[in-house]
């Protein structure tokens, strides 16, 4: 009787088994949605998707195509200004040490960001914070993870005068470059005069960051009516991403951000990796632990991920969302008693996705992640 008992039961579970593993074999999603009825929602104009599910007061925008790269690409390019800054930005003599450039950390070979933790500075000294991808720079409304600069011509001091970067003294670099003819020469081409003062490199480094974009991937044809650019995988994920796992309340967009800060439960506070992120500039608490939303463009060439560079694998981190991470998130008595313990956005759910689900929105980061320009390095820089 038990051994009938036994094979019955297996018999079940492979049964079972056979069905949910062939879901996607007779034209149905991990979710048990009909394929065809999910192209039949998708392939048209995207203003004919089905809404998305967003929490009230979400600001989001829809999704958007890339276009083609610019027909003046190359005149861009042959900028007098953006020659200098491409010039300034791999030249390692910005630096203190005259060892490090701008592109020691956003390599052009690894999508402009550096494939580390964090970014490794002058004298080997290690930042806190992973590099972020330079890539469609132009788009972005503030910059840093947290935030603290709201122009790239801002922006560029901060790397290049910080001890654990480049450390080099800002007042100190236009002497330096003035020493070099061949520098002053460039200077005079982009602005009419040959004696270089800080604001020509910032705004040089800053012309040439804005020319830094994404290649149009699978998903930006598929926007585009090619639908057969996404297999059923990627467009479950698409719809996943957009109803069930929630990411589209910060993800939204052409650049899939909505260009805003949250805290997702990665404060780590009181511990080792600390970081209060956007509070170290506003100072208010309701800060604390909010980061920038990254773009989701290229998001499968930028790992590691977050900003301690903590995630490198892409099913772990969509675990982490799909857990809600407010278990870290700090009870009223907590914060009463402590005004800094940190808050997890309420954007934060815990999700139940299956594994399968977890796989279609991974593959789907995939389609929107676009063939990597590795634009060359100068040939020689600029001396005399």
């Known amino acids: 009787m038990k051994k009938m008992k036994f094979f019955v039961a297996t018999g079940l579970l492979a049964a079972f088994s056979l069905l ?104 080997h000294a290690s930042g806190n914070r992973n590099t972020p991808s330079l890539l469609n720079v132009r788009e972005r409304k503030t910059f840093f993870w947290d935030g603290r600069a709201t122009t790239l011509e801002d922006q560029v001091k901060s790397p290049i005068e910080a001890h654990n970067e480049m450390a080099m003294n800002l007042k100190d670099l236009p002497k330096k470059l003035n020493g070099i003819k061949a520098y002053k020469e460039l200077v005079k081409k982009a602005y009419g005069t040959d004696k270089i003062v800080f604001d020509h490199v910032a705004k040089a480094l800053a012309s040439f960051q804005r020319t830094l974009t994404s290649r149009r991937s699978r998903f930006d044809r598929f926007l585009d009516g090619e639908y057969k650019q996404l297999s059923d995988k990627e467009l479950e994920g698409l719809h996943l991403f957009r109803t069930k796992a929630r990411c589209i309340n910060c993800h939204n967009g052409q650049y899939l951000t909505d260009e805003s800060f949250h805290n997702i439960g990665l404060t780590y506070y009181k511990r080792k990796y600390e970081d209060l992120g956007r509070y170290n500039v506003t100072k208010d608490p309701n800060d604390v632990g909010k980061f920038r939303t990254p773009s989701l463009r290229d998001v499968m060439n930028t790992n590691p991920w977050m900003h301690n560079g903590l995630f490198d694998n892409i099913t772990g981190l969509l675990n982490i969302y799909n857990s809600g991470m407010q278990m870290n998130t700090a009870t009223a008595a907590q914060k009463a008693a402590d005004p800094l313990h940190p808050i997890t956005d309420p954007l934060m759910k815990k999700l139940n996705l299956s594994k399968e689900e977890i796989q279609s929105i991974a593959a789907f980061l995939e389609s929107i992640t676009a063939t990597q320009y590795k634009m060359q390095r100068p040939e020689k820089l600029p001396r005399d």
């Open 20 to 123: 949910h593993f062939s879901f996607r074999e007779i034209g149905y999603t991990s979710g048990g949605i009909k394929i065809d009825s999910l192209r039949s929602l998708y392939e048209r104009p995207v203003a004919q998707w089905p809404k998305p599910n967003l929490d009230s007061g979400v600001k989001w925008q829809e999704f958007k195509a890339l276009p083609d790269v610019d027909k003046s690409y190359f005149a861009i390019m042959d900028q007098p200004e953006v020659v200098l800054g491409k010039n300034l930005f791999f030249d390692p003599i910005l630096s203190g040490s005259n060892q490090i450039s701008c592109s020691s950390c956003h390599n052009p070979q690894t999508s402009w960001a550096d494939k580390l933790s964090v970014s490794i500075g002058h004298d």
